[in-house]
Protein backbone atom coordinates (compact mmCIF):
# COMPACT_ATOMS: atom_id res chain seq x y z
CA UNK A 1 0.00 0.00 0.00
CA UNK A 2 2.82 2.03 0.48
CA UNK A 3 4.42 1.80 -2.63
CA UNK A 4 0.93 2.23 -4.29
CA UNK A 5 0.41 5.72 -2.79
CA UNK A 6 4.02 6.87 -3.70
CA UNK A 7 3.48 6.22 -7.37
CA UNK A 8 -0.20 7.63 -7.39
CA UNK A 9 1.38 10.86 -5.62
CA UNK A 10 3.73 10.97 -8.87
CA UNK A 11 1.51 10.21 -11.31
CA UNK A 12 0.54 12.84 -14.09
CA UNK A 13 -2.72 15.39 -13.41
CA UNK A 14 -5.00 15.41 -15.13
CA UNK A 15 -5.44 11.67 -15.51
CA UNK A 16 -7.36 9.71 -18.47
CA UNK A 17 -10.10 8.27 -17.43
CA UNK A 18 -8.37 4.66 -17.76
CA UNK A 19 -5.73 5.85 -15.93
CA UNK A 20 -7.78 6.87 -12.90
CA UNK A 21 -10.00 4.06 -13.18
CA UNK A 22 -7.11 1.41 -12.59
CA UNK A 23 -5.69 4.36 -10.06
CA UNK A 24 -8.85 4.09 -8.41
CA UNK A 25 -8.98 0.31 -7.79
CA UNK A 26 -5.90 -0.30 -6.66
CA UNK A 27 -6.61 2.24 -4.30
CA UNK A 28 -10.12 0.48 -3.14
CA UNK A 29 -8.58 -2.49 -3.26
CA UNK A 30 -5.84 -1.59 -0.52
CA UNK A 31 -8.25 -0.05 1.51
CA UNK A 32 -10.66 -2.67 1.59
CA UNK A 33 -8.31 -5.59 2.06
CA UNK A 34 -9.37 -7.06 -0.69
CA UNK A 35 -7.89 -10.68 -1.96
CA UNK A 36 -7.58 -9.79 -5.66
CA UNK A 37 -8.41 -7.62 -8.13
CA UNK A 38 -10.43 -8.86 -11.22
CA UNK A 39 -9.87 -6.94 -14.46
CA UNK A 40 -11.59 -8.09 -17.06
CA UNK A 41 -9.16 -6.51 -20.44
CA UNK A 42 -8.94 -7.77 -24.38
CA UNK A 43 -5.65 -6.72 -25.39
CA UNK A 44 -4.12 -6.56 -21.61
CA UNK A 45 -3.40 -3.14 -21.31
CA UNK A 46 -6.03 -2.57 -18.69
CA UNK A 47 -4.72 -5.01 -16.55
CA UNK A 48 -0.62 -3.23 -17.09
CA UNK A 49 -2.39 -0.25 -15.76
CA UNK A 50 -3.40 -1.75 -12.66
CA UNK A 51 -0.03 -3.14 -12.06
CA UNK A 52 1.26 -0.11 -12.78
CA UNK A 53 0.09 0.86 -9.33
CA UNK A 54 1.26 -2.21 -7.14
CA UNK A 55 -1.33 -3.29 -5.36
CA UNK A 56 -1.13 -5.49 -2.25
CA UNK A 57 -2.90 -8.43 -3.70
CA UNK A 58 -2.71 -10.43 -7.00
CA UNK A 59 -4.10 -9.31 -10.23
CA UNK A 60 -6.02 -12.21 -12.07
CA UNK A 61 -6.46 -10.74 -15.33
CA UNK A 62 -9.30 -12.30 -17.39
CA UNK A 63 -8.29 -11.95 -21.28
CA UNK A 64 -11.51 -11.76 -23.47
CA UNK A 65 -10.34 -12.72 -27.17
CA UNK A 66 -11.70 -10.75 -29.87
CA UNK A 67 -14.35 -12.45 -32.06
CA UNK A 68 -14.48 -10.85 -35.62
CA UNK A 69 -15.69 -11.40 -39.02
CA UNK A 70 -16.01 -10.24 -42.05
CA UNK A 71 -18.73 -11.28 -44.81
CA UNK A 72 -16.42 -14.27 -45.23
CA UNK A 73 -14.87 -15.35 -42.20
CA UNK A 74 -14.55 -15.69 -38.84
CA UNK A 75 -11.32 -14.66 -36.76
CA UNK A 76 -10.07 -14.95 -33.14
CA UNK A 77 -7.81 -12.85 -31.34
CA UNK A 78 -4.75 -14.67 -30.28
CA UNK A 79 -3.52 -15.59 -26.86
CA UNK A 80 -0.82 -12.93 -27.20
CA UNK A 81 -2.36 -10.43 -24.43
CA UNK A 82 -1.87 -13.34 -22.01
CA UNK A 83 1.12 -14.20 -22.15
CA UNK A 84 2.57 -10.96 -22.58
CA UNK A 85 0.62 -10.32 -19.06
CA UNK A 86 3.32 -12.67 -17.34
CA UNK A 87 6.14 -10.19 -17.18
CA UNK A 88 4.38 -7.89 -15.04
CA UNK A 89 4.42 -7.93 -11.78
CA UNK A 90 1.12 -9.34 -9.72
CA UNK A 91 -0.59 -9.93 -12.70
CA UNK A 92 -2.03 -13.83 -13.31
CA UNK A 93 -3.20 -14.28 -16.40
CA UNK A 94 -6.04 -16.39 -17.87
CA UNK A 95 -7.24 -16.73 -21.25
CA UNK A 96 -11.52 -16.92 -21.31
CA UNK A 97 -13.03 -18.54 -24.75
CA UNK A 98 -13.96 -16.33 -27.33
CA UNK A 99 -17.35 -15.72 -27.60
CA UNK A 100 -19.67 -14.86 -30.80
CA UNK A 101 -22.03 -12.82 -28.62
CA UNK A 102 -23.76 -9.41 -30.05
CA UNK A 103 -23.65 -7.84 -26.90
CA UNK A 104 -21.29 -6.64 -24.79
CA UNK A 105 -23.01 -7.35 -21.63
CA UNK A 106 -23.51 -11.08 -22.50
CA UNK A 107 -19.62 -11.41 -22.99
CA UNK A 108 -19.00 -9.83 -20.23
CA UNK A 109 -21.32 -11.95 -18.15
CA UNK A 110 -19.86 -15.08 -19.69
CA UNK A 111 -16.33 -13.75 -19.03
CA UNK A 112 -16.81 -12.94 -15.14
CA UNK A 113 -18.65 -16.66 -14.59
CA UNK A 114 -15.39 -18.02 -16.14
CA UNK A 115 -13.16 -15.99 -13.96
CA UNK A 116 -15.54 -17.05 -11.10
CA UNK A 117 -15.10 -20.81 -11.32
CA UNK A 118 -11.21 -20.62 -11.69
Not at 26 to 35: G, I
Request: proline share 8%; net charge neutral.
Amino acid sequence: PGESSRIMEHSPVPMSPLESLASSAVKTANSSKAALILVLTRGGSTAKLVAKYRPGMPILSVVVPEIKTDSFDWSCSDEAPARHSLIFRGLVPVLSAGSSRASHAETTEEALDFAFQH
